[in-house]
């Protein structure tokens, strides 16, 4: 009796252990992380007092995509930029969409973008180069990402993520550092991450209660 009753307690701790590593690998395997997201490059040629460009009041820029998961690609929706120049007030200038794409795990994406402003926007932006001061535009950026895990898509995962580039008299992003958006604002689904949170909790309460027994 105490043979068979030792052999089926450390069956059933033999169970519970594989289960809470089984839980804890499935958890591993499906926790993602957010893309980063970045102006790498922001140049506007009107504001470059040196060129013969003073006419073109477009700003030419890179953003930035770095997919930072080790074995999980990301399919982006259409990565919508707005752009505004930031003085007492704040004066948009355009809009660019980055169509939707994939990417693969740990790669980086640059999309080269160029937005039109009109010349009313660039009064105010002239007036401050030409007294010397650096001017800040602002950059929001919004999309929806799902993540590939082996053959299996998540849902969709809302990201909106904003930052400042400072441009100098020579219309170049002032900064050669990489521009991060960053924002609280990340809305990511995470019911199946509770489930496994879980599931992870109720199967070292059962461990937990085996050893006692």
């Known amino acids: ?67 930072d998961n080790k074995d999980k690609g990301i399919y982006y929706d259409a990565v919508n930029l707005s752009f505004y120049y930031i003085k007492n007030t704040t004066r948009f200038f355009g809009n660019f969409t980055v169509v939707k794409f994939y990417q693969g795990h740990k790669k980086t994406a640059f999309k080269h973008g160029i937005v039109k402003a009109s010349g009313d926007e660039w009064e105010a932006v002239f007036q401050e180069v030409s007294n010397g001061t650096p001017v800040v535009f602002g950059v929001d950026l919004a999309t929806a990402v799902r993540f590939k895990i082996m053959a299996w898509k998540t849902k969709r995962h809302k990201i ?54």
């Open 160 to 213: 909106m993520v904003k930052g400042n580039v400072t441009v100098n008299n020579q219309g170049i992003k002032e900064s050669k550092k990489v521009g991060k958006l960053k924002s609280g604002a990340l809305k990511r689904g995470s019911s199946y991450r509770a489930l496994l949170g879980l599931l992870v909790i109720f199967s070292l309460l059962i461990l937990d209660f085996g050893f006692w027994i």
């Open 1 to 67: 009796m105490t043979d068979s009753g030792g052999g089926c307690c450390r069956c059933c701790c033999s169970f519970i252990f594989t289960l809470g590593l089984t839980a804890l690998f499935m958890w591993l395997s499906l926790r993602t992380s957010n893309p980063s997201c970045s102006i790498d490059k922001f140049y506007l040629p009107a504001l470059n007092k040196s060129s013969n460009y003073s006419q073109n009041t477009s700003i030419f820029f890179d953003v930035k995509l770095k997919n």
